[in-house]
């Protein structure tokens, strides 16, 4: 049977058209939040719209209407490069160095929880 032949609608005694792709794919991103794209915070805004198979429009729009002025990727990146730049320190011998570096870890890693938790809550 072809979807343009479905029995008519119970209730409405009308038939049913079916959706097409694109009208799905609108429906969806409707009910979407920053909430959803918290995944994808890490990435470019073109990738994450690509991964979540959106066009860049519709995630700005997401994130507009959620509160959410710029996409975080370019923060989220700071983050994580000084934390990486930490690493050579916490492998240093000298114990004071280590310690100071374990707690600069530490900080970081509350900051960046608390800056994505400012952009998703839970």
Not at 10 to 27: N, Y
Not at 55 to 60: D, H, I, M, P, R
Not at 79 to 106: F, H, I, P, V, W
Request: charged content about 35%; proline content about 6%; hydrophobic content about 35%.
């Amino acid at each position: 049977m072809l979807p343009e032949q479905q029995d008519p609608a119970p209730e409405s005694g009308r038939r049913r058209i079916p959706q097409t792709a694109l009208a799905r794919q609108r429906q969806r991103a409707g009910r979407m939040t920053v909430n959803d794209l918290k995944d994808y915070l890490h990435l470019p805004i073109s990738e994450a719209a690509k991964k979540m198979n959106l066009c860049l429009t519709v995630v700005k729009k997401i994130c507009r209407r959620s509160g959410l002025r710029r996409w975080p990727y370019r923060k989220v990146k700071s983050y994580q490069r000084k934390m990486g730049a930490l690493g050579t320190r916490l492998r240093s011998r000298d114990a004071e160095t280590r310690n100071r570096a374990e707690a600069e870890m530490e900080r970081l890693r509350q900051e960046l929880a608390q800056f994505c938790a400012g952009i998703v809550p839970a």
